[in-house]
């Protein structure tokens, strides 16, 4: 007896049955990776190759002078890694993919991981560039006038808008005739023929690819004029007047061999300590011009244990948890009301109603939050003169913060309601008129019923909402700006969150502090996510009780 096997190949097939087809015959998937090109995708994509090409061009020459050889590898392999996707009719799936991930690293990964680097840093006023920066500041910002210094004419000039482009020197040497351009970066000659100068004062009144401010529209920037310094290499340029310029003499020099600032008027020396990135004197005294450097944990522990952040910022956490939970809390009790009132059968003009209540939705918030700061003032404010109070709304912290949660309340609950609203049609009647039959009151049904299943389906927005709130920037400064403030504290007041006491610290007039101030951002992001995981965590044991 022989025994015939049947491979995947065999033509013989097993009476009454049909053959069993694996997969696209090979004809559809041949005609799926050779699918004709027609014009206009040929068109787009080779715009859209051209455009790739064009940036990675215009980005590989800043990266190649900077000799910053990590990141013009990375944009080659990303360059090449496209054009063979897009010139390959393969990879299908990859092709709508990769624009997404691209523009995903590019637009949140990339700016978290750098805001959180920057944590590690003591990047801020003072220091924000290198070392070698750092010295030509000092050195430029120490120049004084001596005999014998050089004297120029001076015209104010831009290559831009006369009010607000970058300003530049046009100098002429009295003596040899020579001009130059003088800006931040340096000081350069002039070929005399690009220029039109005075025949008695040798001022240049006119030169190419300059425009010439006159004297009002230097009046208007004088301290710009002041604070702007020509390096050279004798020391530097700056201005005397409106009309005149000098070459000084920088007063304190760097010294490469004992790594320090020297001042040759007092003769005092400020050694560099690379641990805080700043010349530091033996007396403790410290030059204003750092630069950025790497501080570890510093950061953190600053915020846990100075008691100067610690206080202020524990302070603050407590009354940001009461912020948001007040303003979603108080906003959807509003909300889940009236919608509960309206979703009665026997409410007339439902419609009417619903029109009027979401028009504080409608209308901007940023508006409304002024229109609100104003009806808080005390001496003309319309809640004062509507009830006959005197209330300093925004002179006292529980007034102040009291007002701020009935602003939200306003602004919050029509968006509650619509949500609520919508929840509720979900609901089948069916389930809330078996518990009136059992004999259940309306506040039972409503408490086993109806709120059960709309924080089944309202939790990951209420969760939504407490993120927002928690993070309200524009509730804070358009109505009470942080305050009011303790004497003692000017960038912290009891009306503060954490982010608008970050961005005090990052923007503040005492000087920024980015590095801190990214810090505070850390843990605000950690703050709510946490709050976030758990909350999500309980809504899916919800789902699963009354699924």
Not at 380 to 391: A, E, H, M, Q, T
């Amino acid at each position: 007896m022989s025994t015939s096997l049947s491979g995947p190949g065999s033509a013989e097939q097993a009476p009454g049955r049909e053959p069993v087809r694996r997969g696209l015959p090979r004809t559809s998937r041949t005609a799926r990776n050779h699918a004709p090109i027609t014009a206009t995708g040929l068109v787009g994509k080779v715009v859209l190759l051209g455009l790739v090409a064009g940036i990675a061009i215009w980005a590989a020459f800043p990266l190649v002078e900077a000799e910053h050889w990590i990141g013009l590898g990375i944009l080659a392999a990303t360059t090449a890694g496209l054009f063979y996707l897009y010139l390959s009719r393969r990879h299908i799936p990859a092709k709508y993919l990769v624009p997404g991930t691209l523009f995903l690293i590019a637009f949140q990964i990339f700016p978290v991981l750098y805001t959180a680097s920057t944590a590690f840093t003591n990047f801020g006023d003072g220091h924000r560039g290198s070392k070698d920066d750092a010295i030509v500041a000092i050195q430029t910002s120490s120049v004084k006038q001596v005999p014998g210094s050089t004297e120029y004419s001076l015209s104010i000039a831009t290559k831009g808008d006369p009010a607000t482009g970058a300003l530049v020197f046009l100098l002429s040497d009295p003596k040899t005739r020579e001009v130059f351009a003088g800006d931040a970066g340096g000081l350069r000659k002039l070929d005399a023929g690009q220029v039109e100068a005075s025949s008695l004062t040798g001022k240049i009144t006119a030169a190419e690819g300059y425009t010439i401010l006159n004297i009002g529209q230097a009046s208007g920037r004088s301290k710009e004029i002041t604070d702007l310094v020509v390096p050279t290499s004798g020391g530097a340029i700056r201005s005397n007047g409106l009309t005149r310029a000098y070459e000084g003499t920088a007063v304190r020099a760097y010294d490469a061999g004992c790594d320090c600032v020297k001042d040759s008027e007092t003769g005092k020396t400020w050694t560099a300590d690379p641990g805080v990135g700043s010349f530091v004197a033996a007396d403790g005294d410290r030059l204003a011009q750092g630069w950025k450097v790497n501080v570890g944990f510093e950061n953190f522990s600053r915020v846990l244990t100075d008691p100067n952040i610690s206080r202020p910022f524990f302070g603050t956490l407590l009354w940001n948890f009461a912020f948001a939970i007040g303003s979603t809390g108080l906003t959807f009790l509003l909300g889940m009301g009236i919608a509960l009132a309206l979703h009665s059968p026997r409410m007339r003009g439902t419609n009417l109603y619903r029109v009027l209540l979401i028009l504080p939705y409608a209308m901007p918030s940023f508006a409304m939050l002024l229109v609100w700061r104003d009806m808080f003032n005390t001496d003309f404010g319309l809640l004062n003169n509507l009830f006959g109070l005197d209330v300093d709304w925004f002179g006292g912290s529980w007034s102040a913060r009291a007002a701020v949660l009935l602003v939200q309340l306003w602004l919050g609950y029509p968006y509650m309601f619509l949500v609520t609203t919508g929840a509720l049609q979900a609901i089948p009647r069916e389930l809330t008129e078996a518990t009136s039959v059992d004999g259940a009151s309306p506040w039972q049904s409503f408490r086993a019923v109806t709120l059960p299943l709309l924080l089944v389906a309202l939790s990951p927005l209420l969760i939504a909402s407490f993120a927002y709130n928690f993070n309200n920037v524009n509730a804070i400064l358009f109505t009470t700006e942080g305050g009011p403030f303790p004497a003692d504290n000017p960038t912290n007041g009891a009306t503060d969150l954490l982010i608008t006491y970050t961005y005090r610290l990052a923007f503040g007039a005492q000087g920024a502090e980015y590095g801190l101030a990214t810090t505070v951002s850390i843990f605000i992001f950690a703050i709510v996510a946490v709050v976030a995981a758990i909350s999500f965590s309980r809504t899916r044991k919800q789902e699963e009780v009354y699924s």
